[in-house]
């Protein structure tokens, strides 16, 4: 298969801080690669570098089939960015907000009246074209600036992080729409804090932290190195935990994954029914009565959990990208 986006070596560096130590990325054609990282991990380097927006200190990277270094104005041409912050101007109707993204792109005066009613049709937005993207809700400008980015038809999209603080249902509409690109042959890079998010859209996953990617494959893949499924103990009291914890560690040949926050421990269940039952006498005879004891199949959280060490859940709001940039 086409490689649409490759990355070898990359490395940043903002001051005394290195942001990206060697990424290396590979996606496909007509895929989609979920990045998953927390805050500063270096993801949305990775993605200002992959667009011409940064250039790196080392190493080299082809997007859309061009290299990065030498031809930086066709990579421009063949992909489409949308931030982690809508870029829409306010002061415009939805359609003007479409149409003037055309005719920058000199579609013509008919060209881009054209693309922005398509682009209005597509993505609902017909009924508000004709308001300012100001009186827009947080999902609609989401939408109108999804439909900005693809007003080119780039075979290639970025999108950083485009579903922070959205409501579900602005969220899974959003995810349909991302889902039809790629059902059209758009190749994405997404960026996500929302690892439910990475589980349903992407079809590979590249988890970043410290500006080196630690660990990729696909969903299935990356859960099965936490093991398939997982014994879960929540208790009451921190001395507790502690004590949980020590006992899960004797029973099971993976590093016990401790939540300090939920009070709850969990080990990947290696020995199913034998290490279920000596976990329950162990935690008998310290006289620890649990207020949860479950067995779950792992999930993205615990691959996040266990390869970073940072507990997985996204905020409710973007992080400050200037406060990103600064750290990642």
């Given at each position: 298969?086409?490689?649409?986006?490759?990355?070898?070596?990359?490395?940043?560096?903002?001051?005394?801080?290195?942001?990206?130590?060697?990424?290396?990325?590979?996606?496909?054609?007509?895929?989609?690669?979920?990045?998953?990282?927390?805050?500063?991990?270096?993801?949305?380097?990775?993605?200002?570098?992959?667009?011409?927006?940064?250039?790196?200190?080392?190493?080299?990277?082809?997007?859309?089939?061009?290299?990065?270094?030498?031809?930086?104005?066709?990579?421009?041409?063949?992909?489409?960015?949308?931030?982690?912050?809508?870029?829409?101007?306010?002061?415009?109707?939805?359609?003007?907000?479409?149409?003037?993204?055309?005719?920058?792109?000199?579609?013509?005066?008919?060209?881009?009246?054209?693309?922005?009613?398509?682009?209005?049709?597509?993505?609902?937005?017909?009924?508000?074209?004709?308001?300012?993207?100001?009186?827009?809700?947080?999902?609609?400008?989401?939408?109108?600036?999804?439909?900005?980015?693809?007003?080119?038809?780039?075979?290639?999209?970025?999108?950083?992080?485009?579903?922070?603080?959205?409501?579900?249902?602005?969220?899974?509409?959003?995810?349909?729409?991302?889902?039809?690109?790629?059902?059209?042959?758009?190749?994405?890079?997404?960026?996500?804090?929302?690892?439910?998010?990475?589980?349903?859209?992407?079809?590979?996953?590249?988890?970043?932290?410290?500006?080196?990617?630690?660990?990729?494959?696909?969903?299935?893949?990356?859960?099965?190195?936490?093991?398939?499924?997982?014994?879960?103990?929540?208790?009451?009291?921190?001395?507790?935990?502690?004590?949980?914890?020590?006992?899960?560690?004797?029973?099971?040949?993976?590093?016990?994954?401790?939540?300090?926050?939920?009070?709850?421990?969990?080990?990947?269940?290696?020995?199913?029914?034998?290490?279920?039952?000596?976990?329950?006498?162990?935690?008998?005879?310290?006289?620890?009565?649990?207020?949860?004891?479950?067995?779950?199949?792992?999930?993205?959280?615990?691959?996040?959990?266990?390869?970073?060490?940072?507990?997985?859940?996204?905020p409710a709001t973007a992080p400050d990208q200037s406060k990103e940039m600064q750290a990642a």
């Amino acid at each position: 298969m086409e490689t649409a986006i490759s990355a070898e070596g990359l490395r940043k560096r903002y001051g005394d801080h290195q942001a990206l130590n060697g990424i290396d990325l590979e996606v496909p054609a007509g895929t989609i690669l979920g990045v998953l990282g927390p805050n500063g991990a270096g993801k949305t380097t990775t993605v200002r570098i992959l667009t011409t927006l940064l250039e790196p200190d080392e190493g080299r990277a082809t997007v859309a089939g061009f290299d990065l270094a030498t031809q930086a104005r066709s990579i421009r041409a063949n992909v489409g960015l949308t931030g982690q912050y809508a870029a829409v101007d306010e002061r415009l109707t939805g359609r003007e907000n479409l149409q003037l993204i055309g005719r920058l792109l000199r579609l013509g005066r008919r060209g881009a009246k054209a693309r922005a009613d398509e682009l209005l049709e597509k993505f609902g937005l017909v009924d508000a074209a004709g308001r300012m993207a100001k009186t827009y809700s947080g999902g609609m400008r989401r939408r109108l600036d999804l439909a900005a980015s693809l007003v080119a038809a780039p075979p290639v999209l970025f999108l950083d992080e485009p579903t922070t603080g959205l409501d579900l249902t602005s969220r899974l509409a959003l995810w349909e729409m991302i889902k039809e690109q790629v059902g059209n042959g758009v190749t994405v890079l997404l960026t996500t804090q929302y690892l439910e998010e990475a589980d349903q859209l992407a079809d590979r996953i590249a988890v970043i932290d410290k500006g080196l990617v630690i660990a990729d494959g696909t969903p299935d893949e990356l859960k099965r190195k936490v093991g398939g499924e997982r014994l879960e103990v929540s208790v009451a009291t921190p001395a507790d935990l502690a004590a949980a914890t020590r006992v899960l560690a004797g029973l099971a040949a993976g590093e016990p994954v401790v939540d300090h926050e939920a009070a709850t421990v969990s080990v990947p269940l290696d020995g199913g029914v034998s290490t279920i039952a000596a976990a329950a006498l162990g935690l008998e005879r310290l006289g620890i009565e649990p207020q949860d004891f479950a067995v779950r199949r792992s999930s993205l959280d615990d691959v996040f959990l266990a390869l970073t060490g940072q507990q997985g859940s996204a905020p409710a709001t973007a992080p400050d990208q200037s406060k990103e940039m600064q750290a990642a």
